[in-house]
Every structure is written in C-alpha cells, then in structure tokens.
C-alpha cells in the first residue's frame, strides 16, 4: 500500500543467486585453468615471487581458501591478475585473454561486495 511512498524493499538474494549475479562460479572456472597453464610452465620471475612454482603454489592456496573455506576477499586474486601482475609476468600472451577475464570478474566481485557492505 506504501510502496510507492517509502519504495519497494529490494529482495535479499541467496547466496547462490549472489555467487550467479556476480559470476563466481565462472571465476573458479578461470582460476583453475590458469593453474592447469602454470603448471607446465617453470622458471620466470616477477616482483612478488621468485619462481612460477611459488606464484603457482601461492594461486593453489588462494584457490583452495575459496573453495573450501568460503574465502570471498578476492583482493590479492584481483592484484596478481592485473594486467601489470603476476599472471602477466609468468603467462605472457598466452594468458592475456584468461588473465582479463578473471581481472574483469574480480573487479566486478569487489565493487558488488562494497556495494552490498555500504547498503547494511
């Protein structure tokens, strides 16, 4: 009866229904090929690791926080796979479009979650 005067009450979305929207199933996805290329990969060096083994064994760990732990800071996800990140440095042109794509889903990922933070 009041809707139109104080607004409809936005519906709270589910977890699953969150995870959809902002599609971190997807990013899953993408994490786990971007393991798959490191792993037959050795050497390299970037600012933040001293092999590709260890940015590798550092993305397992984030990987496996996410997944079994319900880790949702994607904030160093989102730093290594900056187009000037660790992913850059390791992956080269044969991850430019993998590394985009999950820099694009966890910016997404980041700016909803403060959005959802700012409106509680």
Known sequence: MFN???GKKQK?????EYYEKWDFYGL???LQVAE??????????SGDFDSIEQFREALEDEIDWIKYNNKTDLTQIH??????GAWDDFAGQEGLELG???SERTSKWIKGT???RKRK
């Open 12 to 16: 709270q979305l589910t977890k699953f």
């Open 4 to 6: 139109w005067l104080f």
């Open 36 to 45: 798959k290329i490191l792993k037959n990969k050795t050497g390299g060096y």
């Open 28 to 30: 899953l996805d993408d």
């Open 100 to 102: 985009n794509r999950i």
């Open 79 to 84: 730093q290594w796979f900056l187009p000037t």
């Open 114 to 116: 403060a959005e959802v």
